[in-house]
């Protein structure tokens, strides 16, 4: 349960440590969702300004395989955590280096609703896979390396750290609750949403574009669902909601300049279930920019965190925090 990573002295700390968590990710390279590449449009992003976000040419199949290599993640572990099972061997070749999952494991859910919203999501990321590989054809990329494990060495305690939720040198199980599976799923929804909102005005085929536009909508009923369920946990539990609000603040370290991430807590005491700006709009984040965070670093990388190994295809270099 969420009581068990987080106190009520770190509940009270969180909002004051977002300077001391982008000092430390500068020195240690703790926690990154990102992808970026030789051709990358900065407007797409979240304000970094990384030598490699350049308006260079960039075809539909870099595009689509770098969704790809983020479905391989999402589509790994929501399948674990519903089923206990990853996806089958037939749907893991292709292009490039092909890599194992590290953990996973199925979530003994004591709340029958979220049980059902993740095999309700598990069942749409891995038709994403499917999906995406079959409009590839044989350019498909491999699986890369993953890691989806509890280990206290593993990206997802590493995550939690950033954020404030565990103490240095313990685990996160994203496995061991409902309420810490639902932090583990927000950590990658709200970057998907984003991901693919970024990547649009790089796909030039009309017919990709929309199948594009498809999926960025479902990844939005995800990011929704687990928001909701989130903020309605929270209102029992304060600290739960807190925690997401965290997770938020630590992507927003990793991904540029602009503070743009929201957590589900909205301002005069209300929900913010849906994150927008001003004009009611979802932000965008760069390829660069997402694998920032998915590799647990604000630098110009090309692996780590979620996957050790990097991801497979053109975009795989992350941004360089501004």
């Known amino acids: 349960m969420l009581g068990y990573f987080l106190t009520r002295a770190q509940v009270d700390g969180i909002a004051m440590r977002r300077a001391e968590r982008r000092a430390f990710f500068r020195k240690t390279s703790g926690f990154a969702v990102g992808m970026a590449g030789g051709g990358i449009l900065a407007a797409c992003g979240g304000g970094s300004g990384d030598s490699n976000a350049q308006a260079n040419e960039v075809s539909d199949a870099d595009v689509l395989n770098f969704a790809l290599n983020l479905e391989y993640l999402e589509a790994q572990f929501y399948a674990y955590a519903a089923t206990g099972t990853g996806l089958p061997a037939a749907q893991l070749g292709g292009t490039g280096t092909q890599g194992a999952v590290t953990g996973g494991r199925a979530v003994n859910f004591t709340d029958p609703v979220v049980r059902q919203y993740a095999k309700e999501i598990a069942q749409d990321e891995i038709a994403h896979v499917a999906f995406l590989r079959q409009a590839l054809g044989s350019a498909a990329v491999a699986q890369p390396a993953i890691d989806i494990g509890a280990d206290p060495n593993g990206a997802f305690s590493s995550a939690a750290r950033a954020a404030g939720l565990v103490a240095a040198g313990q685990a996160f199980d994203p496995y061991a609750s409902d309420e810490n599976f639902l932090l583990a799923a927000f950590l990658f929804e709200d970057v998907g949403v984003t991901a693919y909102k970024g990547a649009s005005p790089l796909i030039q085929n009309k017919t990709f574009l929309e199948a594009a536009a498809g999926i960025l909508a479902v ?6 669902l687990v928001r909701t369920a989130l ?22 370290s990793l991904d540029g300049g602009s503070d743009v991430d929201q957590g589900v807590s909205g301002a005069d005491d209300r929900s913010n279930i849906v994150p927008t700006d001003a004009n ?5 984040r760069s390829p660069g920019d997402v694998l920032n965070i998915v590799y647990l670093n604000p630098g110009a990388v090309s692996r780590g965190g979620f996957y050790p190994a990097g991801v497979n295809g053109a975009l795989a270099l992350s941004s360089a925090l501004a």
């Open 219 to 224: 990844e939005a009923y995800h990011a929704g």
């Open 280 to 284: 009611g709009i979802a932000f965008s």
């Open 231 to 252: 903020y309605a946990k929270g209102v029992d539990a304060p600290a739960l909601r807190t925690a997401a609000d965290a997770i938020s603040n630590a992507r927003d």
